[in-house]
């Protein structure tokens, strides 16, 4: 399809293990985020990639998140030795101007995160 | 302080009920201002835009108070599937969402 993809749709992982996610945003689109969502909350922003320059990491909660993204497409997010407070919905978005355009993000369905 | 609060409501209305959301937001340098919609289990969809000026796109009315720095979302003669948390969002550069208000339509 033409719209953002994430892998895996659902993951269950020990505490202490490290996971990987994968977000295949829309062609073109040069602005891409991550964001977290807990049960019945709000979006908490984790970082913005915007074409070539440095990606805003102000959202990320500690040293064990980060992200890449790689030839400004594909974005992997990674969260080092998990813990229990690590469980949520990542949500990644892309946009084709980022945030002076239309504001309109397009969502991929998300990765649920589990962690025992 | 959060950088963009809502009440989370849940506001239950019945149907044909005109309901208003606010939200405030604490960055005096935002530019650009939106409501999204996410339905349960769902990703956010962009409702709509707001402008300055207000704007209105069929039952639907946003309006921006610069000086007060909040925007507002209307909806009128309100559908069940209506029923969904809106969000708020606001951008300096980047694109920061508030929690959301829950919006409840009844038969």
């Known amino acids: 399809g033409a719209g953002v993809s994430q892998s895996p749709s659902n993951k269950v992982t020990e505490k202490g293990k490290d996971v990987e996610l994968r977000c295949d945003p829309i062609s073109g689109h040069t602005a891409l985020y991550w964001y977290r969502q807990s049960l019945g909350q709000g979006l908490e922003f984790l970082i913005y990639f915007q074409g070539n320059s440095a990606p805003d990491k102000s959202g990320l909660p500690s040293d064990r998140f980060s992200a890449e993204r790689t030839g400004g497409s594909v974005s992997t997010l990674t969260i080092q030795r998990t813990q229990q407070e690590d469980s949520a919905v990542y949500l990644c978005?892309?946009?084709?101007?980022?945030?002076?355009?239309?504001?309109?993000?397009?969502f991929g369905e998300g990765s649920r995160l589990t962690v025992l | 302080r959060k950088e963009v609060e809502q009440d989370p409501g849940p506001f239950n209305v019945p149907e044909g009920a005109t309901v208003a959301f606010n939200c405030t937001y604490s960055n005096s340098a935002s530019q650009s201002f939106f409501w999204y919609r996410q339905d349960c289990r769902k990703e956010p969809k962009l409702l709509m835009s707001v402008y300055s000026s207000g704007n209105e796109d069929g039952r639907f009315t946003a309006q921006l108070n610069r000086a007060s720095q909040y925007i507002s979302l209307l909806i009128r003669d309100s559908k069940l599937s209506d029923s969904a948390t809106y969000l708020c969002?606001?951008?300096?550069?980047?694109?920061?969402f508030g929690s959301g208000t829950r919006l409840l339509v009844r038969p």
């Open positions: 978005a892309s946009s084709l101007e980022g945030a002076r355009g239309t504001g309109e993000l397009f």
């Open positions: 969002v606001v951008s300096s550069y980047k694109l920061i």
